[in-house]
């Protein structure tokens, strides 16, 4: 046939060529034959992602003193990831039970109305109007990434803003989803607080109908959140310019230990009659990283608008991962469904705030008692799972070489890879560090 | 799994190591040169759907303006997932409503017809939603036009084990395919063949020519994937990790595999003999034990696809696409009734 032949004039092609070099053994000259017609010769490695990337070097450090407060995920006090009483609980119940058939695109419907009932509070009336639309997705980031994807396309001429600074995740989400973005300002170095004023600015600066980008509570990197006045202000100011917001929430309950008070920002602005956006993931409050459960709900004028949105998010989830998986949501809905579970998980998260409340407390102590000469009120005045210590690139950089404590390079510190037995030892290097 | 107690937390980027080895030698072999000479990318995602995205997103950001040649007809979300990551498509021929078999000549007129260097998406076995696959001779040729005009295949590997019963046997497309050095795409599931649907569990797998390449390919696999969902979820992966690791759990599954899929040719049997003996007219039904897999294009127009909702209660697509994994055998007779009347007399 045809096509046969022209592969036998060897070495007028590259396939002809690969061909002879391959028949020829030389495998120098094979090796460089490929790296030169291969495809993806233009592929150069891509940058280590600033979080997930401090793991794997800690991980590969074998000194016996190492530290990890780099990765935001719970330790206990033993410095080992811990599975929630709760979850195993549901787990035992799920065994053997369930059929593994697809979810709908949109997930667990007993699941979304679990999660948005714990995020906007059960007696929230756009709950009881049914006018939130709500889908399972893929964590925190699936979440913000269905809603960009879902903005990109219904109003494409409102950019993104997030504040400085915010998780780095989320300016790889709106970019690769497209959406212009910008930033406010957020974090005020010099008191290692709220920049209320230049948040203020920038939001009223910031065209008619922008997307804010806000977190409902524990701030990441920074550990800022504002204060309920504060955030009655923010409201105030989005309903004048018609911003609409999107909350992140990652730390419900994790911030404060009462998932009622943790979601005030968000309740303050329902009431206000913002349509608003929540982007919530169970990983933190609920210890199912691996899981990849989340939700995100978008409050809408009416119900049949809330099933025109839905229906638009699961057509966006449909080609990126057809419907998402089955265990987390399974895990959620048996715990927030069940009295005793969900006042067992109640109790487990809070302590979990708690210890870390303790150990920020700790921390601060050692370090006076050090004799350090710098303020550290903001360790004790941070919430949530991080600390922004005010460390600079370089001194974050003498902490991993000379300390082997892993940690972000923004000086983010995870205060919950801080446990008593570490605490003492953290507190001598950033002392160190830091000394003038 | 539940024994054992482990914890929950975040994989990395590219997914569970033990699962990421476990498909690759499961897809190429373990003995394979290519993972020998580790000259494949291998990062888990989000069943096949998630890795046809994901590999999608890579060609768009590495060979953009480049198009992506899909079989006509194909998996329906297949256009959407190229639509959403922004790479252009064209179809290439393939089913054949005359024969109800493979338009082989018109495939491979299509696939000649365009630009080199395009990226054809290929089906490694049980087309969906046709059920015809080529035969060894017909993947050698098909072979041998990609590697003339240059062009990359991109397998979709959603059935492997559940076509033919074998893992080994199922993967042969693809392995005739790594043996000659292509680069190649290959998109895994392990929905059907582990019944592990709604776990959202599978591979994107890039092979190339060098392991460092397969290193800087990784790589930015990961950084399309943090954006879209940061990692992958564990609880799939750790099951395909723990059969395909526990010899005795292996067996078991390669022996449920071939009951699955024998379950299904021999429902594929008794539809045919059903039709033959209901259908005097001598219509050539054979296509339906000549198909594999899950799917069988009947043939049936979208009208006659109607009737048979409409009138029968018979759902499925309106393609003519039946899934015979939903068809007991106790019902083989009633389909075929609904089919011969369809069939005959709705135009």
């Known amino acids: ?436 | 799994m539940l024994e054992k107690g482990e914890n929950k937390e975040y994989l990395p980027i590219e997914g569970l190591a033990a699962f990421n080895k476990a498909t690759a030698e499961l897809l190429l072999g373990a003995d394979n040169p290519v993972i020998k000479e580790g000259r494949i990318a291998t990062v888990q995602g989000l069943s096949g759907t998630g890795s046809l995205r994901l590999a999608a997103a890579f060609i768009q950001r590495y060979l953009p303006g480049v198009k992506v040649l899909i079989s006509s007809p194909t998996w329906g979300n297949h256009k959407n997932i190229l639509n959403d990551a922004g790479v252009p498509w064209s179809e290439y021929r393939y089913f054949d409503p005359k024969t109800v078999g493979l338009d082989f000549d018109g495939m491979l007129a299509d696939m000649k017809d365009a630009p080199n260097g395009s990226i054809i998406l290929l089906h490694g076995c049980a087309h969906n939603p046709t059920g015809i696959d080529p035969t060894t001779e017909q993947w050698d040729i098909i072979a041998d036009v990609i590697q003339e005009k240059e062009h990359i295949a991109f397998f979709d590997v959603a059935y492997q084990g559940f076509a033919s019963g074998s893992l080994d046997e199922d993967a042969n497309s693809v392995r005739r395919f790594a043996a000659r050095g292509m680069e190649l795409f290959v998109a895994q599931s392990y929905s059907k063949n582990l019944g592990l649907y709604a776990e959202r569990i599978g591979a994107t797998n890039v092979i190339t020519t060098s392991p460092e390449l397969a290193l800087r390919i990784k790589s930015q696999l990961k950084r399309l994937a943090r954006p879209m969902y940061s990692n992958p979820p564990v609880h799939g992966a750790r099951i395909v990790a723990n059969v395909v690791g526990d010899p005795a759990l292996f067996d078991e599954w390669r022996a449920e595999m071939q009951l699955m899929a024998g379950r299904i040719k021999q429902v594929r049997q008794k539809l045919y003999d059903e039709l033959v003996a209901k259908d005097k007219s001598g219509k050539d039904w054979s296509f339906i034990l000549k198909q594999i897999g899950m799917f069988s294009f009947t043939g049936l127009s979208q009208s006659q696809s109607e009737n048979m909702t409409n009138k029968w209660h018979v759902y499925m697509t309106k393609d003519g696409r039946i899934s015979l994994a939903g068809l007991s055998s106790a019902k083989c007779g009633y389909l075929a009734d609904a089919i011969i009347d369809s069939y005959y007399n709705v135009q």
């Open chain 1, 1 to 436: 046939m045809a096509y046969r032949s022209r592969l036998a004039h060897i070495c007028s092609s590259s396939a002809g060529r690969l061909g002879c070099l391959q028949r020829s053994g030389n495998t120098d000259a094979l090796s460089s034959f490929r790296r030169l017609y291969s495809w993806w010769s233009s592929v150069q490695p891509a940058p280590r992602d600033p979080i997930l990337g401090v793991t794997s070097a800690y991980l590969a450090d074998t000194h016996p003193s190492k530290v990890n407060v780099g990765v935001g995920a719970y330790r206990n006090d033993e410095g080992k990831p811990v599975v929630l009483q709760c979850v195993r609980e549901a787990e035992r119940r799920i065994a053997g039970r369930e059929l593994m058939e697809y979810l709908p695109m949109g997930g667990s419907a007993k699941f979304c109305e679990l999660a948005v009932g714990l995020a906007y509070g059960e007696d929230a009336q756009a709950l009881k109007d049914k006018r939130v639309a709500s889908v399972q997705a893929l964590s925190g980031t699936g979440a913000v990434r269905l809603f960009a994807e879902f903005i990109k396309r219904f109003q494409p001429e409102s950019s993104a803003y997030l504040p400085v600074p915010t998780w780095s995740n989320h300016h790889n989400i709106f970019r690769d989803a497209n959406v212009n973005q910008n930033t406010y300002r957020y974090y005020l170095a010099s008191t290692r607080g709220l920049d209320f004023e230049g948040l203020k600015e920038d939001l009223k600066a910031a065209p008619n109908r922008s997307v804010i980008l806000l977190h409902a509570c524990a701030h990441n990197p920074t550990g800022v959140d504002p204060t309920p006045d504060q955030w009655k202000e923010i409201s105030k100011l989005m309903k004048e310019k018609e911003h609409f917001p999107i909350f992140d929430m990652a730390y419900q309950g994790f911030a404060s230990g009462d998932t009622q008070r943790d979601n005030q920002a968000i309740r303050i602005f329902l009431e206000d009659g913002h349509q608003l956006a929540c982007a919530q993931s169970f990983a933190k409050s609920m210890g199912l990283y691996g899981q990849r459960i989340g939700c995100l709900s978008v409050v809408c004028a009416d119900a049949a608008e809330a099933a025109a949105v839905k229906s638009q998010l699961e057509f966006i989830a449909r080609p990126m991962y057809s419907s998402p998986p089955l265990h987390g949501s399974l895990i959620v809905t048996t715990i927030l469904s069940d009295a005793a579970l969900k006042e067992l998980w109640y109790k487990e998260v809070k302590d979990m705030a708690d210890r870390i409340i303790g150990m920020r407390t700790d921390l601060k102590k050692n370090l006076e008692d050090l004799g350090s000469k710098h303020n550290w009120e903001h360790i004790t005045k941070q919430i949530g799972m991080f600390c922004y210590s005010g460390l600079t690139p370089e001194q974050v950089d003498r902490m991993t070489q000379e300390f082997h404590v892993y940690m972000t390079r923004n000086g983010r510190i995870s205060m919950a890879g801080v446990t008593s037995g570490n605490v003492k030892y953290l507190a001598n290097a950033i002392n160190e560090v830091t000394k003038v």
